[in-house]
């Protein structure tokens, strides 16, 4: 298998070659790190070398033999340093796998490296001091999104198929948007955040993937959702696994289209009218569509994720190894900062605003099926737009900042309602648009059968940017 053919099948279709004989798992391997030895000096989505040898997984399983990347959000695999793209922290090692690795590697996933993030995971932009910006591969002087942006990068260069992201606001969505990407944060409790990670999060941040197809996004999901011991939260079991939504026919479903924004902040002229083309299409696909918008309360929005952010850094202060406020950028030391301040009062108001907004949200989706807005309000950024080592920043002017860039995302990780980000536009400058689909909880399936459908009616997979991997 040589590069070029490499980079053009999606997972199933890596899998199913294995199966069939056609390649082994040795032969997709050496393409993919050759894909990675090409595409990542342009796009530097890696924070380490490629692994010398791939992490030990199952030869068996729904994608065994599917090159793969784990992100630098934390302690994720066992025996593989995490950084949190930071100066200030040297090289953790953890001991132990989550159980969402050890889930991904019983499905056979080829884990062949790490994919940059910003410093602490606090940005819509993947551009930190430690390891410079992660580029677009779309335009390379405009940003990959964040907080996955280095698996959203890598996973739109064809250099692997899939890659391991993680969402505290926007962060699967947004980098999926900038790329041209499948992304799709689950419901809160689909995916274990076990053993010891998610619930320090306040329920509100989510792990799972990037792809660039939605029968991979189906598949891994079968492949690892469902509770760990323990868990906090549990969604609901799904009615069936979620390949069998793969063209299941929706029904019409009642839809709700939005493109204003919550916080009353400008979205730009293209984004919008890419929303409005899909809310047409899915008019003509015998939708019932109509403008209309949940009201949510903004102030209860921000507070819940001052508090999301305070249990971030709460974690770094509670670490047996503290890191060097001197290596830190200049927004991560404001929120160590705000962290000391805050009070048990403070945390609970942020946790009420979390329940205020599940409920109006939930109350709003029992009236429609889906609601429709853009994923990002902006075009990709361009490199410094979004600059987190600014010491002018405190942490409300930052996640103002953030907000202007990305206003729909925010709130349902408040909610904890399941929400994707399909790459249905693309700007005059040839940069994709994300559109979001939000599902009332636990109703992933509605999501996959409507992606599936529009994957149909507005196809994307034979896009591909300047920077592809064989290109």
Not at 164 to 174: L, Q, T, V, W, Y
Not at 188 to 216: K, Q, S, W
Not at 325 to 348: C, G, I, N, Q, Y
Request: hydrophobic share 40%; net charge negative.
């Amino acid at each position: 298998m040589d590069m070029h053919e490499y980079a053009r099948y999606d997972a199933v279709g890596i899998h199913e070659l294995i199966g069939s004989g056609e390649v082994t798992a040795g032969e997709v391997e050496a393409a993919a790190r050759q894909a990675l030895d090409q595409v990542n000096p342009s796009v530097n989505g890696l924070t380490v070398p490629v692994f010398p040898a791939a992490l030990d997984h199952a030869s068996v399983g729904p994608l065994a033999g599917v090159p793969f990347l784990i992100k630098d959000h934390g302690p994720v695999a066992a025996g593989v340093p995490f950084f949190l793209g930071s100066r200030a922290i040297p090289g953790v090692v953890p001991q132990r796998d989550t159980e969402l690795m050890a889930r991904f590697r019983a499905a056979g996933l080829v884990t062949l490296g790490l994919t940059t993030v910003p410093e602490l995971c606090l940005s819509f932009s993947t551009e930190s001091v430690k390891h410079g910006p992660t580029r677009n591969p779309w335009d390379l002087s405009r940003g990959a999104g964040g907080s996955s942006g280095g698996a959203a990068a890598l996973v739109a260069a064809g250099a692997v198929p899939v890659a391991h992201a993680s969402d505290g606001s926007g962060s699967i969505r947004i980098p999926a948007s900038c790329c041209g990407l499948v992304g799709l944060k689950p419901s809160r409790g689909r995916i274990t955040p076990g053993p010891d990670a998610g619930e320090a999060m306040l329920g509100m941040a989510y792990e799972f993937a990037l792809t660039r197809t939605v029968r991979d996004t189906a598949h891994l999901l079968d492949a690892v959702h469902g509770p760990g011991i323990g868990d906090r939260y549990t969604a609901p079991p799904p009615r069936r696994d979620y390949v069998s939504e793969l063209g299941t026919d929706p029904g019409r479903l009642r839809v709700a289209v939005t493109t204003k924004a919550w916080s009353g902040v400008a979205v730009d002229d293209q984004v919008a009218a890419a929303t409005l083309q899909v809310a047409r299409v899915l008019e003509d696909l015998g939708h019932l569509v109509s403008e209309s918008s949940p009201v949510v309360d903004w102030d209860s929005v921000m507070r819940s994720q001052v508090a999301e952010g305070i249990a971030i850094t709460s974690k770094l202060l509670l670490a047996p190894r503290q890191p060097d406020p001197a290596k830190l950028e200049a927004v991560s030391r404001r929120f160590v900062e705000l962290t000391r301040e805050f009070s048990a009062l403070d945390l609970l108001a942020g946790l009420d605003a979390q329940n205020l907004l599940t409920r109006s949200v939930s109350a709003y989706l029992t009236e429609y099926d889906l609601l429709v807005t853009p994923t990002l309000g902006q075009l990709p950024a361009t490199h410094g737009t979004l600059d987190y080592h600014d010491p002018a920043h405190t942490v409300a002017t930052w996640l103002e900042s953030l907000i202007a860039y990305g206003p729909f995302t925010t709130l349902f990780n408040a909610s904890g309602h399941p929400a994707i980000s399909l790459p249905l536009g693309h700007s005059a400058e040839g940069l994709p648009i994300g559109v979001q689909f939000v599902a009332p909880y636990g109703r992933e399936d509605v999501l996959i059968q409507i992606a599936s459908q529009l994957e149909q009616a507005m196809p994307w997979k034979e896009r591909t940017p300047p920077v592809f991997a064989g290109s």
